[in-house]
């Protein structure tokens, strides 16, 4: 039988990983899990159905490997399972409350969590968060309904589960929420004191110009050594609004800049956009300046968003920073835009100090 420590020794062997002991005594967490799962079920007409693993919550910082490991224990399972950010999860909660609302339907957590739990033995989630009260409101019953069904959820965080909604409105109704994930999921922090995807990006270009083959070829190298060549759209849907990122992968988008400001999104996009990844390519920044001057503003917002959130940026432009908005109204409050872009270009920006 094939463990997660054997598949994990074969990718450090292959040279598709570097061993981190703290990412090594996760493993048998998540093998515990596999393996109660690949169990065969006993069949009969008075057997209960076995009770499910518990799930696992596994939090820790930016680029510690916690997807990593959620890709290596996704892949050795053999029931089936979804893989899905946790925001875009919650999205398409909330679209199906509103669609069996407005057909009538009594109480429309029920029949969500049954298509979920119909479909699926494990849902693995990417970067647990919660900003927004709908959902707030909505997760305790939600995944109450989910566990009851004995779905398994295992999930990533950068934060700790007493952390999650903190300082939200009427977050004293979302604490049941945290007392379920500490019932129904084993906690456990992985501390290793590496940032492995720092680490990839150390002494690399993150700023491309002109933009050509050449550069595209570089991001291109850059975006299969970030995501392991796996990837998928993530939509993310703010006051009825879809921000779409074409190219998405554990944490890590790709977008062009006609995708992020040539559609009319605002400031609640862009922090949606912010709190969602943590580290967005943006490829194909033209000139900037009278004849795209609503993109402009657009692209300064963003980048402001980005920049407070401290989300790492890799970038393609017809110039440098300093020399794309150089004329025309705006010149003038781009010069702190700029200022920004070359200070996120610092191997050591975004790092906490």
């Known amino acids: 039988m094939t463990t997660l420590t054997d ?14 002991p703290a990412q090594e005594d996760t493993l048998p967490e998540l093998e515990r899990i596999r393996a109660e799962l690949a169990k065969p079920v006993k069949r009969g007409l008075f057997r209960r159905a076995p009770e499910p693993p518990k799930g696992l919550y596994l939090w820790g910082g930016v ?7 959620m890709d290596l224990f996704v892949d050795s399972l053999s029931v089936p ?11 398409e909660m909330q679209a199906d409350l509103h669609r069996l609302r407005g057909e009538g339907v009594e109480d429309p957590v029920i029949p969500m969590a049954r298509r979920v739990s119909d479909a699926v033995k494990v ?3 990417d970067e647990m968060q919660i900003t927004d009260i709908a959902d707030a409101m909505l997760v305790g019953r939600l995944f109450q309904q989910l566990f009851d069904a004995g779905t398994v959820v295992v999930t990533t965080s950068n934060r700790v589960p007493d952390d999650l909604y903190k300082d939200g409105l009427n977050r004293q109704l979302f604490l049941p929420f945290i007392a379920l994930i500490k019932e129904r999921l084993v906690v456990r922090e992985l501390a290793s004191d590496r940032d492995h995807r720092q680490d990839r990006l150390k002494g690399a270009q993150v700023y491309f110009t002109p933009v050509n083959d050449a550069s595209r070829a570089k ?12 990837e998928e759209p993530l939509v993310l849907t703010v006051k009825g609004r879809r921000v779409e990122l074409p190219r998405y992968s554990n944490g890590i988008a790709r977008a062009s ?5 040539g559609q009319p999104l605002g400031p609640a996009d862009y922090l949606a956009l912010a709190e969602a990844v943590r580290m967005l390519v943006i490829e194909n920044i033209p000139r900037l300046g009278r004849s795209n001057f609503n993109e402009a503003k657009r692209f ?3 980048v402001d968003a980005l920049y407070e959130a401290k989300v790492k940026v ?3 432009a017809v110039d440098e920073p300093e020399s794309l908005y150089v004329e025309g109204t705006g010149a003038f409050e781009f010069e702190r835009t700029a200022s920004r872009l070359r200070e996120m270009q610092d191997a050591r920006w975004g790092e906490p100090g």
Do not use: N, P
Request: hydrophobic share 45%; with cysteine.
């Open 7 to 20: 598949l994990y020794d074969a990718r450090v062997a292959e040279g598709r990983l570097t061993r981190d």
């Open 81 to 91: 399972v979804r893989r899905v950010h946790f925001h875009a999860f919650m999205q």
């Open 63 to 69: 680029g510690r490997g916690k997807s990593m490991l």
């Open 314 to 316: 890799i970038i393609s």
């Open 300 to 302: 300064v917002t963003l």
């Open 257 to 261: 800049f006609y995708d992020l400001c």
């Open 219 to 230: 991001i291109d190298a850059l975006w299969t050594e970030l995501t392991q060549g796996r």
């Open 123 to 125: 849902l693995a989630f």
